[in-house]
């Protein structure tokens, strides 16, 4: 359920689902069908994470077809990323875990995470593949906009990491605000200091779906 534990906060309204093609599964419970709800969010949620025993939500009627492609845009990006803040059990943030998957079909780590927020497909690439530049152009720090990603992309998998950057905290862009997926901590919303030093291995890096 989206919220276990407080009576009443566990309800979704949902208008339709769509089968998606792909089989994610909760426990013992799997499904392709993704329900599109309207409350208490609005969005795609996987049916197995609705406690009812059928592999569909019952009298919810079945479109066919994959979710519509979410549209390239930086506010769509920063609207995605905010939806993992609160996703776990009703108020908590995702947890961070590199082996597993969450209920949306994509990696709960850093790269995972960044791929979820930017509408790639699902579990989604790796902090290496982001920085590609079949996805990517590297931009100066100066340049950063809402959006766009701040990578370390050498070294190793406890290594390499991806920010979303959201915005400059000062005229003279001295910090920032992210949008990322920290070890421990789960989704996370601060001002980090990635790429601030020099001779950083944080790289700022502008996704090429924005056009420019």
Same mark, same amino acid.
């Given at each position: 359920?989206?919220?276990?534990?407080?009576?009443?906060?566990?309800?979704?309204?949902?208008?339709?689902?769509?089968?998606?093609?792909?089989?994610?599964?909760?426990?013992?419970?799997?499904?392709?069908?993704?329900?599109?709800?309207?409350?208490?969010?609005?969005?795609?949620?996987?049916?197995?994470?609705?406690?009812?025993?059928?592999?569909?939500?019952?009298?919810?009627?079945?479109?066919?077809?994959?979710?519509?492609?979410?549209?390239?845009?930086?506010?769509?990006?920063?609207?995605?990323?905010?939806?993992?803040?609160?996703?776990?059990?009703?108020?908590?943030?995702?947890?961070?875990? $590199?082996? &597993?998957?969450?209920?949306?079909? +994509? %990696?709960?780590?850093?790269? /995972?995470? @960044?791929?979820?927020?930017?509408?790639?497909?699902?579990?989604?690439?790796?902090?290496?593949?982001?920085?590609?530049?079949?996805?990517?152009?590297?931009?100066?720090?100066?340049?950063?906009?809402?959006?766009?990603?701040?990578?370390?992309?050498?070294?190793?998998?406890?290594?390499?990491?991806?920010?979303?950057?959201?915005?400059?905290?000062?005229?003279?862009?001295?910090?920032?605000?992210?949008?990322? $997926?920290? &070890?421990?901590?789960?989704?996370? +919303? %601060?001002?980090?200091?990635? /790429?601030? @030093?020099?001779?950083?291995?944080?790289?700022?890096?502008?996704?090429?779906?924005?056009?420019?």
């Amino acid at each position: 359920m989206i919220n276990q534990k407080s009576p009443g906060q566990d309800r979704i309204t949902a208008d339709h689902q769509v089968d998606t093609g792909r089989r994610v599964c909760e426990g013992s419970a799997c499904s392709t069908l993704m329900a599109h709800i309207t409350q208490p969010v609005t969005g795609f949620l996987t049916v197995v994470a609705v406690d009812t025993p059928e592999d569909r939500l019952p009298g919810i009627p079945v479109q066919a077809g994959p979710p519509a492609p979410q549209p390239g845009s930086r506010q769509q990006t920063l609207q995605r990323a905010a939806t993992w803040l609160t996703a776990n059990n009703g108020g908590r943030p995702v947890p961070s875990n $590199q082996g &597993s998957h969450w209920r949306d079909g +994509y %990696r709960q780590d850093c790269s /995972g995470y @960044a791929s979820m927020a930017l509408g790639l497909s699902a579990p989604g690439t790796t902090t290496v593949g982001l920085a590609d530049r079949r996805l990517t152009r590297p931009i100066a720090m100066s340049e950063l906009q809402p959006g766009d990603l701040v990578i370390d992309a050498t070294g190793n998998n406890n290594t390499r990491y991806v920010v979303i950057f959201e915005k400059w905290n000062d005229t003279a862009h001295r910090s920032y605000t992210t949008y990322e $997926q920290r &070890s421990v901590h789960g989704t996370s +919303y %601060r001002s980090p200091t990635y /790429g601030r @030093a020099a001779g950083s291995e944080y790289k700022a890096y502008r996704p090429l779906r924005y056009g420019s």
